[in-house]
């Protein structure tokens, strides 16, 4: 009995190691609980993927217009410039959309007030944030910081 106890406790140990390491857990360096980066994996699947991608890597051609005059979805991952941003413009971008950061400027993407609380948005934000390698969030970081 023991012993059996002993390997369920490593499976799930094992288990929660996988999970947490695809949400990017170990990298997140206080983004987000494990919780709250749950949750944004699973926002993110249903409310930016169709767009953002599944791998966060956004459109294809997403520096280059489409025939609307409008840009594609860019990717979240380090290959594109969400990290180049602030907490509080990512915030306000997925909330109010991005005429609110950016006057006048048509997007595609939907401001998501009323149909994403702020607890949301932030876990979605702190779960693209998980994803990226240390250079960008550091960056990030700094660009986050009050004065900067």
């Known amino acids: 009995m ?3 106890l002993a390997w369920g ?3 799930v140990i094992f288990g929660a190691a996988a999970t947490f390491g695809w949400l990017g857990l170990e990298r997140s360096l206080g983004h987000g609980t494990a919780a709250q980066l749950a949750l944004g994996a699973k926002l993110y699947a249903e409310r930016c993927a169709s767009c953002h991608g599944a791998k966060l890597e956004g459109q294809p051609d997403w520096q280059e217009a489409l025939s609307s ?9 380090a290959s594109g410039h969400t990290w180049h941003h ?6 306000t971008i997925t909330k109010k959309g991005l005429a609110a950061v950016v006057p006048g400027y ?4 939907p401001a998501f ?5 702020d607890d949301e948005i932030r876990a979605i ?4 944030k998980s994803t990226w390698p240390k250079t960008e969030r550091e960056y990030q ?3 986050s910081r009050p004065g900067a």
């Open 86 to 91: 602030s907490d509080e413009e990512l915030f």
């Open 141 to 143: 970081q700094a660009r």
């Open 113 to 117: 007030e009323g149909a994403l609380s």
């Open 9 to 11: 406790a490593l499976l």
């Open 69 to 77: 005059g409008r840009m594609p979805a860019p990717p979240h991952d």
């Open 106 to 109: 048509e997007s595609d993407m």
């Open 125 to 128: 934000l702190a779960f693209i």
């Open 2 to 4: 023991g012993k059996m």
